[in-house]
């Protein structure tokens, strides 16, 4: 405002002498225009150096501040997202999602252990004569000897298969899994330093396959992918909450008291499996039924890895 003041008051003045005549008069009012001129300018200069210095002392530090306190609090979000939120999430499918086993087939690739818990262990088997690595697997599968662990997943086959369809025949198909997954870990151990498997009565429904650096559960449990064959899968990232949930909750299944604990190696002979196979499944293998068993596992490999677009 002052300057304003001082602008218009220099501006009159130089008018007003420039009508006057020459004299001390004109002299005088030239003067008083001239100085306030020269006072507004300098009023101006030096409001803007003390505007200036004042932002720096004052808005930029504030303005600092706030993009300290909005880093924070993207680094936080980063972190909460790391812990809580998955990586990536595939929806069910009636078919095998190449991206889904490209990306899981990495991890694999990359890993020293794999933890497997899920029904019958084939696609843990298949996975596995995949690759050319060695590594420990550890694997949780359900009790041919239990109803329940045979109950939990026809029930869900169930709920996307015709109301006609016999509950006995999948039941008894589901006990031919089981048996054909046995046969492709026996098959796998050349793949692995060591097979551990465990045998648990009714086991999560829900698939799990965890790596050094991923963890991948698959939603059985989930009824909105129920009409689908292969139902929604979300991966998480190592030291995630999830991650550690389950690799505590893995741990507890693979260790329980009250599940049967096998081990096959690659010294372990066909003669050894069929004992073995006999212990887990309390049915006899002939060398004939182990033949057969053997090419269901290697036909199913081969579908699996066709439709997944894994190669062979």
Known sequence: MLLTVLVVIAVLSLWISSMMDAGTGKTLVTSLGTGTLISALVGFGQTLITASASQRAMVTPLIEESRRALEDLSAEYRSLNKEFFPTHVFDATTDPDPAFNRMLMSDLDNTRQYFFRGFSGRHAAARLLLTRTDRELHAVIADPRDAGSISGRARYL??????????????????????????????ARSRCAQVDITVVADPPLDRLEMFDASVWVTLYSDVRGATKLYPRSLRFTEGSFI????????LRLSQSRTGRHFRITSATTRADFLVLFEKI????????????????????????????ELGS
């Open 158 to 187: 169930l709920r996307r298969e015709a109301a006609e369809v016999d509950y006995e025949a999948i039941q008894s198909g589901l006990h031919e899994e089981i048996h054909i997954g046995l046969v492709g870990l026996f098959l």
């Open 243 to 250: 991650y550690n949930m389950e690799r505590a909750e893995f």
């Open 281 to 308: 499944t309390g049915s006899d293998l002939s060398e004939e039924n182990f033949r057969d068993l053997e090419g269901r596992f290697h036909a199913f490999r081969a579908e699996f890895s066709a439709r997944a």
